[in-house]
């Protein structure tokens, strides 16, 4: 693996989430992070290219938090900015395709259609990252969206199974024993 690429990539998206302008704070960057080691972890159990799976994880939201203007449509954009960094930094153009092709496809929510092994380790590491984030997730619902005890429980326990449900089969199988201890830690029945 380029190591290199990935130090520096850890770098400069930590850089750009810790900036003023990203509108999603520092938590962006322990999402981004855990869709990494996640990503790493998925193309090892299924044979998937690990350098462009963890390298597009490190850039799948890098438009989101370059530019909140760009975040309705940041799979599109962060392929752009994806090209740019990584032709900087010599990476091979016909992996950096593959790269771009994990980054628009990475989006469950706006019908992506991961087809090749790194595109579903990309898009399956995002969905699960939920689950590495909990605290995220409860910042989010109750100090951002300020909501009341029950509220906030069923935003948080909505967007889980929203994010298990977008998994691939394999992935279900993967991480079932997660989701299930996560849903049980929320006080919620299997």
Known sequence: MRTDIIEYLQKEVRKRCEAPSNKFGIGCYYHIEAVAKN??????????????????????????VTDYSLYEEHHIHGAEIAQEILKQLGY??????????????????????????EEICVADADAVSHFDNLPS????????????????????????????????DE?????????????????EKK
């Open 39 to 64: 990503a790493e972890l998925l193309a090892e159990q299924y044979g998937a290219d690990k350098e462009v799976a963890v390298i597009a994880a490190w850039l799948h939201d890098i438009a989101s």
């Open 92 to 117: 091979d153009s016909d992996r950096i395709g593959l790269v771009q092709n994990c980054i628009r496809n990475h989006r469950g929510s706006v019908n992506g259609n991961p087809s090749t092994k």
């Open 137 to 168: 997730l409860l910042f989010l619902a109750y100090r951002t969206k300020r909501m009341d005890f029950e509220a906030g429980k069923s935003f948080v326990t909505d967007k889980l199974k929203r994010s298990f449900a977008k998994l691939s």
């Open 171 to 187: 992935s279900k199988l993967f991480y079932r024993s997660k989701y299930e201890h996560v849903m049980d830690v929320l006080g």
